[in-house]
């Protein structure tokens, strides 16, 4: 399926490696102005067919002093002089910018990590306006290598407390540079500074709205599926793929046939309440396959858990196979297209950066969906949400008249429940247990709080006592965290008494379990899930 069309104001982020890349974009993003990432490696073709009015160079982890440090394509600076572009580097990209144009970069005598104090120097500087000489701000740096020399025609316009170059810039090339990290909260003037240099420096205009990618996003669909042509969509009852169906059959109608299938690894009651969703309030074409006994028939005696993911893959394929010979029968023509509710941040992390001896593969990766696709599979996909992040996905849906209750509701992987008990996911009680959490959530008024929530049914036994005897039963884990897009996130901080209702709740009326614990882990270091 082709990307919609840009307009000429996108800003393109060349990422080599940052933690922080995705950050750059959202923040973008939130001025209305329309952003994407690019590996830092790209060719000049792929930089270029963007037609970006600016390039953000990202941060990275590597030395430009090192034989296979990543950078920008040759030709890059003559085609965006040439074209107006304006280039800002951030961290290891103004590294980049002074090292590949002639100036030198070294080891710093002090390393800079975390919170620094910079002073605006010299004369009027663009990137930070007019009247901020002798302005001191704090910023977050993260660099080991400084700028000795910079190149010519360049100035220095800040510096650290410590006399390394904070700020760099050639006005009349049009590329500028920031050692710190101004997309970070650490930096607490770094948005200004954003949206100045944005706005005031390089003219971008914010214009940027959601009805614009929606509509553009219904054009591209119609030209992609024929008018005789059908399209199936495995719905999972999550917002993602909720947001893509509806999107999709606004373009197409009834030509989308959705497949809601039960693997007797969803939430509490999903089937009911999923299924009404869908028919009494978004009207779509849902057909609901019961296959719990064939899940986990193939599930039983099952522990690792790629194993379990290529089992429900599999499982899940078969039944969709099945769906689409269906079709082919009741309307004389085999289903061309598949939808997926892909997001941004699995388009950013199936791109590794470069530096992690990793390959550059721009397939999606299969994240906690159905354990990924066949290579052999005939679908064609569409993914008309894949440059949104969980937010957006959001705001689309409440344009869409997705019920807001159900845009609000927690993530839930494709596997279900199978990455939420960690051994056999017919052993045990997880269901029961994942219920009361949710529902202590609910009642608490805390749901809206808190970006995913979930109880882990782990593979660990210990010694309690109830009912004063003896117990030998398993251990329950709670998580809880606050994230904006999924990709970093906090552990949500409840109150105590709220901890204990929970944990009486779960030992009292869930049998076999008689220990629980909360993962007070943020990510990084771990992720969201337990597998």
């Not at 939420?420 to 009642?443: K, M, P």
Request: some cysteine; overall charge negative; proline content about 5%.
């Amino acid at each position: 399926m082709e990307t919609p069309t840009m307009k000429p104001d996108t800003v393109l982020i060349l990422d080599f490696g940052s933690q922080y890349t995705h950050l750059i974009t959202r923040r973008i993003r939130s001025l209305n102005v329309f952003s994407l990432v690019l590996s830092g490696t790209s060719s000049l073709k792929q930089i270029s067919s963007h037609n970006p009015r600016v390039v953000i160079l990202s941060g990275g982890p590597h030395s430009v002093h090192a034989p296979d440090a990543p950078s920008f394509p040759e030709g890059f600076v003559e085609w965006a002089e040439g074209n107006g572009v304006h280039v800002l580097g951030i961290c290891y990209g103004l590294q980049l910018i002074v090292q590949r144009l002639g100036g030198v970069v070294v080891e710093g005598e002090s390393k800079e990590y975390g919170k620094m104090e910079i002073e605006v120097k010299g004369g009027e500087s663009e990137i930070f306006g007019k009247g901020r000489v002798g302005e001191k701000q704090v910023v977050w740096m993260s660099h080991g290598d400084e700028a000795l020399k910079l190149p010519d025609g360049f100035e220095v316009v800040a510096q650290s407390a410590q006399g390394a170059v904070a700020a760099l810039e050639n006005r009349g090339r049009r590329i500028y540079g920031l050692q710190y990290h101004p997309e970070v909260t650490h930096s607490p003037k770094g948005m200004e500074t954003l949206k100045h240099f944005l706005f005031d420096v390089c003219g971008v205009s914010a214009d940027w709205k959601m009805e614009d990618l929606m509509e553009e996003e219904i054009k591209v669909i119609n030209n992609t599926v024929a008018a005789d042509e059908h399209v199936i969509c495995a719905l999972s009852g999550g917002v993602d793929s909720t947001v893509a169906a509806t999107l999709v059959h606004k373009a197409i109608g009834d030509r989308l046939h959705c497949i809601f299938v039960d693997n007797g690894l969803l939430r509490y009651k999903e089937q009911e309440r999923v299924m009404d969703t869908f028919e009494r309030d978004l009207h779509l074409p849902v057909t609901c396959v019961d296959a719990s006994e064939q899940f986990l028939s193939q599930l039983k005696g099952v522990v690792d858990p790629e194993t379990k993911r290529k089992i429900i893959g599999k499982e899940f394929i078969n039944i969709f196979d099945q769906f689409a010979h269906e079709l082919e029968k009741k309307h004389g023509k085999k289903p061309a297209f598949l939808v997926q509710g892909t997001l941004y941040p699995d388009v950013i992390e199936s791109c590794p950066p470069p530096g992690t001896d990793r390959t550059h593969s721009h397939t999606i990766k299969s994240h906690h969906n159905v354990g990924g696709l066949p290579k052999d599979m005939k679908l064609k996909l569409i993914e008309p949400l894949k440059l949104l992040f969980k937010d957006e996905v959001r705001e689309l849906g409440r344009i869409l008249n997705v019920p807001v209750g159900f845009l609000k509701r927690h993530p839930f992987p494709g596997p279900g429940l199978a990455v939420r008990v960690l051994g056999d996911v017919t052993q045990g009680n997880a269901l029961e247990v994942d219920e009361i959490f949710i529902q202590s959530i609910r009642d608490a008024g805390l749901y809206d709080s808190i970006w995913q929530a979930f109880a882990v049914f782990l593979p660990v036994r210990s010694v309690g006592v109830q009912g004063d005897k003896r117990t030998h039963s398993h251990v329950v884990a709670l998580r809880a965290v606050t994230s904006q897009d999924g990709m970093t996130a906090d552990w949500f901080n409840f109150e105590h008494k709220f901890l204990d209702d929970v944990s009486r709740k779960i030992c009292n009326s869930v049998q076999g379990v008689n220990r629980v614990v909360q993962d007070i882990t943020s990510k990084p270091p771990s992720t969201i899930e337990w597998e």
